[in-house]
């Protein structure tokens, strides 16, 4: 079986944006997703979800926006021969820091890191461990009025395979780009 994943976070939904690009939209509604893997700042979840098509089962994250929420700061996710740790990252210094991010997947015996926080996406292989950042999919910048590039990512997983893409936008053309991984040896490379 190939698990087809929707990976997104940084929405800010209604604070700093109300929606997400259209043709993410009609993208995420026309696909056929057996798992969202969400990384925080909603911000409203309930606004968030009216944005965006209905979304399959979800692992969802507490980011430093999400006021009051009930989820868990960070998820293990196993899917195939992937351990998957899902975080926001407001615990990183500075935001988006791989190395402290590379302890923690040794700690847990991760092998992928699914990140936000920083609002820019991200594909980074480092040291035998894949770190993912899906940026924010709403185009919402880091506090300030304006947007930015939008972003995210899907990911499809097959036993040791890891298929990874990257939609991203900047409002006047999208890019689709594609990258593959397998496991061997507790180790990820690129194919």
Request: hydrophobic share 35%; no cysteine.
């Amino acid at each position: 079986m190939t698990y087809r994943v929707l990976v997104f976070g940084d929405a800010h939904i209604p604070t700093r944006r109300d929606s997400i690009p259209e043709d993410f939209y009609q993208h995420i509604l026309e696909s056929n997703y057996d798992l969202a893997l969400i990384t925080g700042d909603l911000v409203r979840e309930s606004d968030m979800r009216a944005a965006i098509p209905p979304l399959p089962r979800s692992f969802i994250v507490t980011g430093n926006m999400d006021y009051g929420s009930s989820y868990n700061f960070h998820e293990q996710i196993q899917l195939d021969d992937f351990n998957l740790l899902l975080l926001h990252g407001t615990q990183l210094r500075p935001r988006g820091n791989i190395e402290q991010l590379l302890e923690i997947l040794h700690q847990i015996e991760g092998d992928v890191a699914v990140h936000g926080h920083t609002h820019e996406s991200a594909i980074i292989l480092h040291r035998g461990k894949l770190f993912l950042n899906p940026g924010t999919i709403s185009g919402a910048t880091g506090g300030w009025g304006g947007r930015t590039d939008a972003s995210f990512i899907e990911l499809e997983v097959a036993h040791n395979e890891l298929k990874v893409v990257l939609h991203k936008t900047d409002w006047k053309t999208t890019e689709h780009l594609s990258s593959s991984f397998r496991k061997e040896d507790n180790v990820i490379l690129k194919d």
